[in-house]
């Protein structure tokens, strides 16, 4: 099949590449045979370039984007982004969720043909579980654990039907439904054998999570439920997706094998996600960009993500070169973006000298992010406003533009905030809380 370059389009200024194909193996190495057909089928492997090792596989502990691409063939939601339309579809949910008339309560249920490798039904008491794991306060998701903890109030499950139950929420929130439904389902049974969370309930972690941190079941649980124990032992990675771990090299690869007798299989075609072919998928890790186009000609991946928009550029624009003729190239959407973050309310001692909005909008107009799009991702990229991502159309404000590239308009803004060089050093000043400050900041690139 022949490759495929993609050059996705990153919100704001952020743009990635990856290449993809499917190739079928029957050597028993590393090294896919040829297929030049157009169309994927059962058995191909792919190859799939990574920038540096995940940081681990463990459901809720992980950071790294890269380690999710790879957890989302291991793990499944109860309903995931399309693809092609980008909305929620079903996929462990029997529909979308009944939501109540206040906006507080949001009800799912889970498919029938859901099990677990060992034939077990996927139960509302596992979605439970997940997410006393997320609001666990001596676990490893402090990321998620906050933001959970503030709208999560109650989790009941319908005592006429295991697989059907109700979230409650503190107060109404517009991304409620996609965080509820967008969260790692693991086993119970798997991970907890001996039912140390059982006496712990979600109110308990959600009322005075602070209250628990000296309960013994929950200790010795957080204990086996490390990311060294749990994320890097392939053994320890179980979920209900159709790839399982086979093998972690640390600084080399990461091999997925596709589970036989998924039962995933049998519903082909009712949404994106069972829509699966590679018998392997191996996550190569490349620490290096600059060779990507070197190991591309060398066909040692098949699908590249994040490739330098310069070289990106130069491989489709160059039509007699070897990218050119055996990659597809395609510029997507990706759900990711840039910004400039301020911090308005700094530590203790140090002078809020962002605390003035007009200041913030200053340094906005400062920033020229159409030539930043064009100079340093070679055009691949879309200014927005906000984080709502414009593929959302219902949610995307496209009335507002986002701030113009205007020094004037920045330099009126600082006089205004009574940012003004007073001794003539070319640098503006202020007196904040009786002390002479410079307008001068510290900038962190993450």
């Known amino acids: ?112 043909e859901a099990r677990w490798d060992n034939g077990d039904h996927i139960t509302a008491e596992d979605y439970i579980f997940s997410m006393k794991c997320i609001l666990n306060p001596l676990g490893e998701a402090t990321h998620m654990r906050n933001y959970y903890a503030d709208f999560i109030e109650d989790i009941t499950i319908d005592p006429n039907n295991p697989k059907r139950f109700t979230t409650t929420i503190k107060q109404p929130f517009f991304l409620a439904e996609s965080a509820i439904a967008v969260v790692d389902i693991t086993s119970r049974n798997f991970y907890d054998p001996n039912h140390l969370l059982d006496d712990i309930s979600i109110q308990d972690f959600a009322k005075d999570p602070e209250a628990l941190v000296e309960n013994e079941n929950l200790k010795k649980f957080s204990e086996e439920f490390s990311t060294e124990r749990v994320g890097r032992d392939p053994k320890m990675i179980y979920g209900s997706g159709p790839y399982k771990v086979e093998s972690i090299a640390t600084g080399d690869k990461i091999v997925l094998v596709k589970k036989k007798d998924w039962w995933g299989e049998k519903l082909r075609g009712k949404a994106a996600y069972f829509t699966g072919y590679p018998e392997k998928i191996i996550y190569k890790t490349i620490t290096d960009r600059s060779t990507l186009p070197a190991i591309a000609r060398a066909e040692e991946v098949d699908v590249i993500r994040d490739m330098t928009p310069q070289d990106f550029t130069e491989a489709r624009e160059d039509t007699s070169g070897y990218i050119y003729k055996n990659y597809n190239f395609f510029t997507p959407p990706s759900y990711a973006f840039i910004y400039l973050g301020f911090n308005a309310r700094p530590p203790a001692g140090r002078p809020a000298k962002l605390g003035d909005k007009r200041v913030r909008k200053a340094i906005a107009h400062l920033v020229d992010i159409d030539r930043i799009i064009n100079n340093v991702y070679a055009g691949y990229g879309v200014p927005q406003v906000g984080p709502i991502s414009f593929m959302n159309k219902n949610e995307y404000n496209s009335d507002m533009k986002p701030v113009d590239f205007n020094p004037e308009r920045s330099k009126e803004l600082l006089d205004e905030a009574g940012w003004i060089d007073t001794d003539g050093n070319g640098i503006r000043d202020k007196v904040l809380k009786g002390k002479k400050e410079q307008l001068s900041l510290e900038i962190i690139i993450s």
């Open 1 to 112: 099949m022949k490759k495929v370059i993609s050059k996705t389009w990153i919100l704001f200024l952020l743009v990635g590449v990856f290449f993809s194909s499917c190739e079928p193996s029957n050597n028993g190495g590393d090294q896919p045979n040829t297929n030049n057909d157009t169309i994927p089928v059962n058995g191909d492997w792919v190859r799939v370039y990574h920038p540096s090792d995940p940081d681990g596989l463990h459901p809720y502990a992980t950071r790294i984007a890269f380690a999710n691409y790879i957890k989302e063939n291991i793990f499944m939601y109860l309903c995931d982004l399309n693809p092609a339309t980008n909305d929620l579809e079903p996929t462990l949910a029997t529909g979308p969720c009944v939501i109540s008339e206040d906006g507080l309560q949001y009800t799912y249920e889970f498919i029938d």
